[in-house]
T-cell receptor, first 111, second 114 residues
């Protein structure tokens, strides 16, 4: 089955700087790649997603890039704010309604 | 919309007891998912339903776990008998259906089995 790995496991950034989280996947048939944000005591919430026919997608301060050849995709957060502190999960799916999640990245934004 | 609703939010029980977790998906969503989250294993899919029918239960750890979806607005995940290693956060998620990948998660049930 699909194997999704995230790096780094923990990321600390100064407020205002950018944060980048990278995920790799194993199944070349995967075609849907969402990113979820999980705050303490809450369920994961979708923040952005990308499909395999697109290389980049942006939504305000958040962007996702996809490299199908290398089988990796990255989350970019610009102008980080304290409320961006959370655990971020990437996932991959081959269109069968099954999401394979990475283990998560703890992002800490230092004021 | 109220989003996915789960109850209880917290459950503490003793080993051997039966535990029932409940989920109400977003109205109009046809697919429902049960996940388990632990520090060691991350988010694991246990089972998912489409139009109230179980499609894939390969993630259910063992026979002690069972899930039902008697109608489009309600699902249960039952553990009987519970064991300390079942302690985790259990999430329910829903989506529009097989054609839509986006899953919306509930707040989770934090289960502690003593």
């Amino acid at each position: 089955g699909e194997n999704v790995e995230q790096h780094p496991s923990t990321l600390s950034v100064q407020e205002g700087d950018s944060a980048v989280i990278k995920c790799t996947y194993s199944d070349s048939a995967s075609n849907y790649f969402p990113w979820y944000k999980q705050e303490l005591g809450k369920g994961p919430q979708l923040i952005i997603d990308i499909r395999s026919n697109v290389g980049e997608k942006k939504d305000q301060r958040i962007a996702v890039t996809l490299n199908k050849t290398a089988k990796h995709f990255s989350l970019h957060i610009t102008e980080t704010q304290p409320e961006d502190s959370a655990v971020y999960f990437c996932a991959a799916s081959r269109g069968n309604n099954r999401l394979a999640f990475g283990k998560g990245n703890q992002v800490v934004v230092i004021p | 919309d109220a989003g996915v609703i789960q109850s209880p939010r917290h459950e503490v029980t003793e080993m051997g007891q039966e535990v029932t977790l409940r989920c109400k998906p977003i109205s109009g969503h046809n697919s429902l998912f049960w996940y388990r989250q632990t520090m060691m294993r991350g988010l694991e899919l246990l089972i998912y339903f489409n139009n109230n029918v179980p499609i894939d239960d390969s993630g259910m750890p063992e026979d002690r776990f069972s899930a039902k979806m008697p109608n489009a607005s309600f699902s249960t995940l039952k553990i009987q008998p519970s064991e300390p290693r079942d302690s985790a956060v259990y999430f329910c998620a829903s989506s529009l259906g097989l054609a839509s990948e986006t899953q919306y998660f509930g707040p989770g049930t934090r289960l502690l089995v003593l």
